[in-house]
């Protein structure tokens, strides 16, 4: 028995826990009764902690083949972006799609479809997937190419239709590992809304919002641009070496930060502070990937700042209609309430049809905020003004949530408990996340 | 410059991460293991990273007599090699039927000093090479919960200090490795204390480090030498009574 929680360390619970190695390994997990595979933990509630077995996947971490030709890589799901990245750029090859994190495994960012901000572009990750090679219990494995009806119902379901074993993505080439960004602070969020959409052609954007502005000020927000660098984007010194970065120092947070330190004035202050500026950087400049992409990975478990109570992420999607409206609804509760979060992330998705994957056109936002009574019931109210403007949530991010808000935001879930139950993966795949939401 | 390194024992979780960690560095890689169709994976995991080249060989530590033919079939003799064979066995069985016991004394010390000693004689002859030896901090004293094993590394700590003896100034460096608590697979579900637990890629990027500078004994945190430091300088009659 091990005390595990998701990277929000709320909640946590003591699983048994046990690692495989090879698929063997995993066949035998299965077998044993009701489990969950977990990646590298970067799941913000409890989606990859089982009320039975939770079976580690990162000793299953080989790469087993590259196409260079077509930029193929076929690798186990214990992989971790973060060293496909590392092996990869140097030849010239980039995921096309990437979380806000690279310490994610392959098997995870595939069980939670997640999205980058290309997404209105580009879609999300299983977008990238050629196929994948899932263990779902009824013995051996099996080999789900893009194309099968059965691919959506592996993408995005959070390991709850078996155990993804290994999977063939397709990588984007590269010429540099340089991000040419533009920066454009505006007032609000409708601004910032209008920059998304007055930047559909640009292949990445987001925007970060300070959610504890006063109106007139409300939502006012850094929107960031950016689009791989090519050779002639680069001052000649990088040229040379055109996927060479500077090092970053190794920060982390050493200790669990007390509660007190996060405060509505802090938080007022940091945000504040972090809108100032932004705006002081409007315009282009160079930044490389591991900048651009994972600026919090720079600062080692940066989930400690919230103490040893844990944090809870909120993630919506709304329709690009009700966007405007329900956005400032939500973020005129938050201000409200003096709970800013300290980190809030807005982005516009694409189209999207999926079978339980999370996004849909629109604009998701995403907030934290520190694992507290006050904090949860402010969750619940953005939870009703997802629901009046017609969003759904996104279960990677997911702690708290009910059953019956999922249900009610997110007819596919019930689609998706029957197909569970008719194919058995209902008494043999099982988290505490599933069990919460009655999937 | 690119060296061959052999790695035995190689499918442990600590072995991989060596053999990782030498191939990053540009090295082509031979593993041996008991059943080398198992390490399919890691071989095209080692080539798809690093490009490098690797090749499988079949290694059984405890059958003393094929060691000396195991080296004869290997393609080249490797310019570096890293005993990580081991097996714990439970100390309940190896304290309850002694010739349990004795199998484990043979897996961590009689095979592994074997192979290196056939070793030895061969770069010895060929006036180059580095051996490495991944022992124990449990040899450096003898406690009721694992002393079986503990006992067998401690034959084989000594016998890689003897080997660094001998071939001191014969162009032959030994490599003694204690890597204190690591997580794998070994050591999956025990509750071990996490500021004194190595990843096995910290062990990886050790054992590199060490064959580079010519270490000759590393811990592989280096809080481990302070904590054997204590453990070592307890009187006997106050530590037959403790339970650590």
Known sequence: MRELSGWGRAPRARCRLRSARSEADVAAAIAEG???????????????????????????????????????????????????????????????????????????????????????????????????????????????????????????????????????????????????????????????????????????????????????????????????????????????????????????????????ALNPVTLRIFNAMYYRLGRRKAGESLVDWDRYFYPLDAIGDWNRIYGRGGFYQFQCVLPIEASKAGLNRMLHEISEAGLGSFLSVLKRFGPDESRISFPQAGYTLALDFPATDACRALIERLDAITLDHGGRFYLAKDARMSAETAAAADPRLGAFRDLRAARGWSERFVSLQSRRLGL | MKKTVLILGAASDMARAIARAFAADGHDIQLAARSPARLEGDRADLETRYGVEVSLHAFDAVDLGSHAGFLEGLPTLPDIAVCAVGAMGTQEENAAWPEVGAQVMRANFEGPATILGHLANAMEARGSGTLVGISSVAGERGRASNYVYGAAKAGFTAFLSGLRNRLAGKGVHVVTVLPGFVNTAMTEGMDLPGALTAEPSEVGKAVVAAVEKGRDVIYVRPVWRIVMTVIRAIPERIFKKTSL
């Open chain 1, 34 to 260: 009701p489990m969950i595979a977990r990646g590298n933990g970067r799941s913000y509630g409890d989606p990859a902690m089982s009320p039975g077995l939770t079976l580690d996947m990162r000793g299953m971490d080989r790469m087993l083949a590259f196409d260079a030709d077509r930029g193929v890589l076929v690798a186990e799901a214990g992989v971790l972006l973060a060293d496909i990245i590392a092996t990869f750029l140097p030849r010239g090859w980039f995921p096309y799609v990437t979380p806000g994190t690279k310490f994610v495994t392959l098997g995870g960012a595939i069980a939670a479809d997640v999205h980058g901000k290309n997404h209105h572009g580009d879609g999300s990750f299983r977008a990238f997937v050629d196929w994948v090679d899932v263990m779902d219990g009824a013995g051996g494995a099996r080999r789900i190419a893009a194309g099968d009806p059965d691919f959506q119902t592996v993408c995005g379901a959070m390991g709850l239709s078996g155990v993804i074993l290994r999977a063939a993505l397709r990588l984007r080439p590269v010429t540099s590992a340089w991000i040419v960004q533009e920066t454009i602070p505006t007032e609000s969020v409708e601004a910032a809304i209008d920059a998304f959409e007055d930047n559909l052609d640009v292949l990445y954007s987001v925007a970060w919002i300070d959610c504890l502005s006063f109106a007139p000020a409300l939502g006012r927000s850094i929107v960031m641009l950016g689009r791989h660098a090519e050779a002639q984007d680069l001052p000649r010194k990088l040229r040379r070496a055109p996927f060479e970065v500077p090092g970053r120092l190794p920060l982390s947070v050493p200790l669990d930060v007390p509660r007190l």
